[in-house]
């Protein structure tokens, strides 16, 4: 497809592809989502559009992020320990880790196309190389089986994030090897037990798949991007799973990905980056307006002033 240039061709875009999708008898009782990316943590001028599977969460993103998963999350709490005091289970507070750039085995995604075209087209995090600037970027169409969207009280949710806490070797997938994750599981909801054949065969099952979660809006920031995410899993120790989001692997009960496939991706132009993010600032969707913080609108501001350009306020 021709790279889009203008919001306006992106919405098309994504529509065209949503509609191709629901023709597809195996998309029928999906929901679709969107995830833009400004740049790929890929150098310049590597295959385009990006393989469905180098998308990975950030604490999956290098192997020292992921022996550190446990001291990141600990030192993030022992640090800031009032801004989680609220939060009733751990998956609550990797929602808050996530949406303030904490790395977390949580990628975003949304229902939102105006927020994904936004992190496909402003480069948010500072510290991304100029060189990305004029680079096509992306926003990925993800169709989700119904089933796999669950909320924060779900028993493999609860699961896969009190595994966090444990160490890697503390995790052992076979019926003999969820003692220590069952326990932090019903720290989090003491109705939870592995006591149970069923459950464990169902743990068993379902911790090495990735997960679509709609999460619990407790902050101003989670509740103005609306967001939704993948929650990836694990094999035995914490194990990488092979997240392919492949078409050909959504109806594989066995694949990490089931029920869950890319089905398209928008491109959009790099040199066009900035004209779409003008766009976008006139159907609300400026930076200040969902990243609320002060700091957020600072940024918005100096980057208009500096480009002289209209304030949209």
Known sequence: MTPCTTFWEILREAEDIIERAKKNPRYKNCDFFFRGEYHRFKPPGAPEP?????????????????????KIFYETLRRYPEFFRHDMKTIET???FEHYGVPTRLMNISEDLRLSAAMAT????????????ECNSFISVYAVEKSRIKYSDSDIVTAIAAAVKLDDDKITLSHDGLGYLGY???IDRPGFSVSERWI??????????????????????IQRQ??????????????????TFSEADFSNRDAATYGIARVGVVTIRGDKKKAVAKELRRVGMAEYQYYPELSSFARYLVRCVDDEEDLGL
Not at 54 to 66: A, F, G, H, Y
């Open 50 to 70: 990006p393989p469905p599977d180098q998308c990975l969460p950030s604490i999956l993103r290098n192997k020292s992020r992921r022996q550190n998963e446990k």
């Open 94 to 96: 990797l929602y808050k």
């Open 122 to 133: 402003i480069p948010f995090n500072s510290g991304v190389k100029s060189e990305y600037d």
């Open 184 to 186: 932090e599981a019903k």
């Open 200 to 221: 464990r065969d169902m743990l068993l099952q379902d911790l090495p798949h990735v997960w679509c979660v709609k999460p619990i809006l407790s902050t101003e920031r």
């Open 226 to 243: 609306s967001g939704c995410f993948f929650l990836f899993g694990f094999s035995d120790n914490k194990k990488l799973i092979p997240a």
